[in-house]
Structure formats: structure tokens, C-alpha cells
Nanobody
């Protein structure tokens, strides 16, 4: 049994920064082969922001590359998304996803409830 919980969203001015966190509670992020941040604009489908493997190798969507950093801290059981130089178009609900692979079962997706990020002057 694993549940993902996001935190750290809020209101920030353009050019500002936020750090989002995603914690497995209950459970541990160590069960995931990869974790991702998605964001969902109002009325639209979730879009991939960044992905990281269990050994810490990241990839980013083109719209956030160079501004956002995804990272894992296994000791703190937490996935992070550091967001710098925020733009109004970054406004969205940010969702954490874990991908779990189990031999004999295949892959399972786990999603958090989301945290709101609003970038506005």
C-alpha cells in the first residue's frame, strides 16, 4: 500500500521560485522504478513536466528545461521539484506520479492529489 502526497504549492510572482515535495505516506518511494511530475491546466489533460529514475537520472519537458530541477532524497522519502524563474504559463495543478514494477505483476501507476501553483503579478 503506497500513497503519494504533494505539498509546497502556492502563489508566486513571475520570476519567483517554489519547491514542490512529494512524499510516500504510507509507503516508500523506494518501491518506484521512476517518478514524475505532471501539471494540469484548467480544462486540459495532464502534461509531463519532468521524470527521474530510481538512480537519479532526470529528463525534462522542453518548456521547463533550464528552469526546473527534479530530484530524489531517499533518506527523506521525498521527491522534489525545484521551480525557478516561474512564468504565468506555469500556473497549474502539479501532480506527482510513481511507476512501480513488480515481477509477475507488471507496472502500476500511483498518483498524488495535486498541489496548486499560481504564478501571477
Amino acid at each position: 500500500q503506497v500513497q503519494l502526497v504533494e505539498s509546497g504549492g502556492g502563489l508566486v510572482q513571475p520570476g519567483g521560485s517554489l519547491r514542490l515535495s512529494c512524499t510516500a505516506d504510507p509507503g516508500s518511494i523506494s518501491v518506484f522504478s521512476g517518478m514524475s511530475w505532471y501539471r494540469q491546466d484548467p480544462g486540459k489533460q495532464p502534461m509531463l513536466v519532468a521524470t527521474i529514475t530510481s538512480v537519479g537520472d532526470p529528463t525534462y519537458g522542453s518548456s521547463v528545461k533550464g528552469r526546473f530541477t527534479i530530484s530524489l532524497d531517499n533518506a527523506k522519502n521525498t521527491l522534489y521539484l525545484q521551480m525557478n524563474n516561474l512564468k504565468p504559463e506555469d500556473t497549474a495543478v502539479y501532480l506527482c506520479k510513481g511507476l512501480r514494477w513488480t515481477q509477475g505483476w507488471g507496472s502500476q501507476e500511483y498518483w498524488g492529489q495535486g498541489t496548486q501553483v499560481t504564478v501571477s503579478s
